[in-house]
């Protein structure tokens, strides 16, 4: 009993202090901020003390965001504890943040795990816009991810689809289920790997295994982590140990990666490696005494990182939507459709698997993979922060304003999108193309927009064309696929997508051809 009392009067005395702390910040920010009576500020919903707006928000946040924006605009102030943000909801304001003043949003806010991240800010996608990001962004458009590059490593991509065709093929000949998220991210894991360190999961060797279980846990907990700005100056307290555990999985990563940099370095020296894999030219780059920018072991370690991570999880994750879409559409091709998918499969032919460079000729493929980003956008939210103070949708905006552009809301805009909250593939024909361009963002837009958005595509083409191609596909207990969203910004499917796989009569033809 006397533990139960004590317990109890620990928690009191420790809410108390909170609240204290939490209403003492948010008087004093008051307080101290200059009032400016001309200073017109984005709309925003009734707020409650301390809390701000989080009473009226719900777990996902894109659709939380997409529906107070119905209510209150395209731009609106969001606050949540002792953290503010400003969220941009429709093409047209995400135009004026995106391209108008691009210059001006071209940071990113800082994120509280900059306190538990070992690389600071190294890592591309925090770093801040000066040298070193233009230096990085330079290396990626002509060496990392430039299409030379990509093509060296088309052989890599191809044996691991065709590996994970063979896994299908399997489960369809036992009459299995076959979870089609688990063994995407795998693939998309060894992909990523082979292209970034030449390591893959394979009997010899579970670094590639290693590295998606690390990236894995560094992803969730960050995720947690940033949730902790709405703790204003408690998150220095890291009251619920996801610093700590960031730091660590950061760390277990690090000592993993500088394992496998000093192979490289042996074997790039001793002339072993036939082709250069990324680690391998980011390498050959930090011993370039003439560089703009010296490189060093961290902010390599830290730029594999972003890779893996923009990949493994987010390509994985779409791919997983996208098939997801496609079997689950209970749709009658139209007459124009169904002459556009036999187009597309007359471009292959039955006696061959599809090949990344068919993607061009493949009209109807592309439609869906864009389609199933549109609907699924696997970063459903981007983050910017303006360095000077400007006028955004007519209203003022403070200088380190946090600005999230809601990209779920634009690309479901009933304003810009026919049946927005319909997979309709067919709706992207060459002359309405251009009109997409601030209404569609998966990738974002301006100058921090997406490097790998080539790769990324060159992958789900095929991954979406050859499962599509090769196999017809059942869901698991029932007719319909459940693509209700996970919780936060993850943009991921709750549930996991489970199908039973029947082959093509040419499906093991074809494996066995490639
Ligand atoms: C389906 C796959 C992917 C999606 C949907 C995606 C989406 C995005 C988005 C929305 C952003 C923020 C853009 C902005 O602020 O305007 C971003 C940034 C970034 N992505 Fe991707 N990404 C994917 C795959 C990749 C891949 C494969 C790589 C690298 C190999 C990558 C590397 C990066 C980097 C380095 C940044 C930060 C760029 C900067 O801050 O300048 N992403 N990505």
């Known amino acids: 009993m006397a533990v139960t ?30 009032s400016n009576k001309d200073f017109k500020s984005p709309p925003s919903p009734p707020a409650l003390p301390i809390i701000g707006h989080l009473h009226l928000l719900s777990i996902i946040l894109p659709k939380c965001f997409q529906a107070l924006a119905s209510r209150y605009g395209p731009l609106m102030k969001i606050t949540i504890g002792a953290s503010t943000s400003l969220v941009v909801s429709n093409a047209k304001v995400a135009r004026e943040v995106l391209k108008i003043q691009d210059l001006n949003y071209s940071n990113r806010p800082r994120f509280p795990t900059g306190d538990y991240q070992i690389y600071k800010r190294s890592s ?21 991810l430039s299409a030379q590059q990509l093509n060296r490593f088309a052989d890599i991509r191809k044996e691991e689809f065709v590996k994970l065709l063979e896994v299908v093929l399997r489960s369809a000949k036992k009459n299995e289920a076959f979870d089609v998220g688990a063994e995407l991210m795998s693939m998309t894991n060894n992909v990523v790997c082979r292209m970034t360190m030449s390591t893959r999961c394979s009997e010899g060797s579970d670094d590639s295994k290693k590295i998606r279980e690390f990236t894995d846990g560094i992803v969730k907990v960050a995720a947690k982590l940033s949730l902790g700005e709405v703790w204003g100056p408690l998150k220095k307290f890291d009251l619920f140990g996801f610093g700590k555990k960031l730091k660590a999985a950061l760390t277990e990563y690090d000592e993993l990666v500088e394992r496998i940099m000093v192979e490289h370095e042996s074997n790039r020296h001793g002339g072993e490696r036939k082709r250069k894999d990324m680690m391998d030219i980011l390498l050959e780059i930090s011993e370039d005494e003439k560089a703009e920018v ?4 961290n902010h390599i370690k830290a730029f594999l990182l972003v890779s893996l991570a923009g990949f ?46 068919d993607a061009p000729n493949l009209p109807y493929l592309q439609a869906v993979v864009k389609e199933g980003l549109r609907l699924h956008p696997p970063s459903p939210m981007i983050l910017r922060q303006n360095n000077e103070a400007c006028k955004i949708n007519s209203y003022d905006v403070a200088a380190k304003s946090r600005t999230i552009i809601n990209a779920y809301a634009v690309m479901r805009d009933p304003d810009s999108w026919e049946d927005p909250s319909e997979f309709v593939p067919e709706r992207y024909s060459t002359s ?3 009109s997409h361009e601030f209404h569609y963002l998966p990738f974002g837009s301006g100058r921090r927009a997406c490097p790998g958005s080539a790769l990324a595509l060159a992958v789900m083409h095929v991954v979406i064309g050859s499962l599509v191609q090769c196999f ?34 040419n499906a093991s033809i074809i494996c066995s051809r490639v």
């Open 5 to 34: 009392i004590d317990t109890h009067s620990y928690f009191f005395l420790f809410s108390t202090g909170l609240l204290s702390i939490l209403l003492v910040h948010s008087f004093l920010r008051r307080c101290l901020k200059p």
């Open 124 to 144: 591309f996608f925090e770093a801040e816009y000066g040298a070193y990001w233009r230096f990085l962004k330079k290396i990626c458009m002509t060496e990392l």
């Open 294 to 297: 010296k490189l060093n072991r």
């Open 312 to 357: 493994i999880h987010r390509g994985h994750r779409y791919n997983c939507c996208c098939v997801a879409m496609d079997i689950s559409r209970d749709y009658q091709p139209a007459k124009s459709v169904q002459q556009a998918q036999r187009r597309d499969q007359r471009v292959v032919g039955s006696n061959r698997l599809i090949e990344e460079s």
């Open 432 to 434: 309405a193309r251009e």
């Open 472 to 505: 017809d596909w059942k869901v698991k207990g029932g007719e319909k696929v459940n693509m209700e969203i996970g919780p936060a910004v993850s943009g991921a499917m709750l549930h996991p997508l489970e199908c039973y796989p029947t082959a093509q009569v």
